[in-house]
């Protein structure tokens, strides 16, 4: 097995120096292949996802997982539209970022290149197989997919529908892999190739990403879990924060983006939480509320624990707070919040600037549902994850962030004394 990945990780390597030089026309008529090879390949993908399915059912999956491992015709048509859109999007690569003059008369020129060799370790959602392949390809860069198990035949299938696309073209072997073996120690041979690999972006549950970090030699971008909040200001709109508020939490309960504590500010408090909580109760959500909510619940809520606030359920269950002030309510998100996205629910300019400006997230929201965090929603076409650190890329991560730059230079003869 070792010598296997180790292959597959020379391969990507000398695939990523061909793909570096290959024109925004060759890539997007490929893209618009594999989109249509997703199509034609449909009934064996949903086929793949059913026994994937069956598996997950037996495993006692949640709801939430079972339905991010879900396919169906309308999330293959998705998967497909998304690398159309990638295709229409301006390549970054070869875009000069700015250029200058020195004294010495050098021209200086800096430029958007590929990273090179990207490995994605990810679970459960087969769809992000489609779009990592788009992404990477776009940008230049050769792929390494590493998915769960739960989502293995699934992934096989698309994996190979696009694989054939390649192959017709000509393509190097190693542009894009798949590694398909079950057993864990494959990621820790993988992650400790960093002669070959230059980025490893782990997706998944906190003990996927906490090991990655761990055992790896190869630089990491986390796309770490999403505790995502919307606080409920004391100048808030309520009919406005109860929609929102709504779609965060209920619209996809098991994703990143969607909402696991609602802050309420104390003055609206009594008038917001109890037809918020029947809509929540009547749409099957848990509800675990401080003190104060579950006095003005009166009854049917658990007490929420410093544990509940720093959960991200991937469920129907939500932590509910009543907070004094906008400040408390940014602490409280500060400290237990993953700096994904959060949200304010306010009509004060004031509050919201405060809230925009203090709040340490990768996407802060005013009067919008932390459901839109994703790069399609952002007009990126598909997104490859959504990064909770702040270097190189913070949020939702497309083509931009899938380069780096290099320096390129132009002289007349120029020596340094």
């Not at 008369?105 to 800096?110: E, F, P, T």
């Not at 990207?118 to 390494?144: M, W």
């Not at 909770?388 to 002289?411: F, N, S, W």
Request: aromatic share 6%; with cysteine; proline share 3%.
């Amino acid at each position: 097995m070792k010598e296997q990945i180790i292959n597959i990780a020379k391969n990507a390597t000398s695939a990523a120096r061909v793909l570096s030089g290959f024109s925004s026309l060759e890539k997007n008529k490929i893209l618009k292949e594999m989109a249509r090879a997703l199509l034609k390949n449909k009934d064996l993908i949903l086929k793949a996802n059913k026994k994937d399915l069956i598996l997950a059912k037996k495993s006692k999956l949640s709801l939430a997982l079972l339905d991010r491992l879900t396919l169906n015709e309308d999330r293959i048509k998705d998967m497909a539209n998304g690398l159309l859109t990638v295709a229409k999007l301006d390549d970054p690569v070869g875009k000069e970022i700015k250029s200058w003059d020195v004294p010495s008369g050098l021209q200086i020129h800096k430029v958007r290149v590929p990273i090179g060799v990207i490995a994605i370790i990810y679970e459960s959602r087969p769809n992000v197989t489609a779009d990592c392949i788009g992404l990477c390809f776009k940008s230049g860069n050769s792929v390494i997919l590493r998915g769960g198990s739960e989502a293995l035949n699934s992934n096989i299938a698309i994996f190979k529908a696009i694989e054939e696309v390649l192959k017709n073209n000509g393509l190097p072997q190693g542009t894009v892999n798949l590694i398909t073996t079950k057993d864990r120690k494959a990621v820790d041979i993988l992650l400790k190739l960093n002669n070959y690999i230059d980025l490893v972006m782990p997706r998944g549950g906190e003990a996927l990403i906490k090991r990655v970090v761990r055992i790896s030699r190869i630089p990491v971008i986390k796309h770490y879990k999403g505790i995502c909040h919307v606080y409920v200001d004391d100048y808030a709109d309520l009919n406005m924060a109860e929609k929102i508020c709504f779609n965060a939490k209920v619209q996809r309960p098991g994703v990143c983006n969607a909402m696991e504590c609602m802050l309420v500010h104390r003055d609206v408090a009594v008038r917001f939480l109890p037809l918020m909580i029947k809509k929540f109760k009547a749409a099957g959500v848990e509800l675990r509320g401080c003190p104060v909510t579950r006095k003005i619940a009166k009854g049917g809520i658990k007490l929420a624990t410093d544990k509940d606030y720093s959960t991200e359920y991937l469920d129907l269950i939500l932590s509910v707070k009543v907070v004094d002030t906008i400040s408390e309510a940014i602490a409280h998100i500060n400290k237990y919040g993953s700096h994904h996205s959060d949200s304010i629910v306010t009509d004060d300019d004031k509050n919201a600037k405060e809230f925009l400006n203090q709040v340490d997230s990768a996407c802060v929201y005013v009067n919008a549902s932390t459901r839109f965090t994703d790069g399609n929603q952002f007009g990126m076409g598909a997104e490859i994850g959504i990064s909770t650190d702040k270097l190189h890329a913070r949020g939702p991560m497309a083509l931009e962030e899938l380069t780096t730059y290099k320096y390129v230079i132009y002289g007349n003869g120029q020596v340094r004394s």
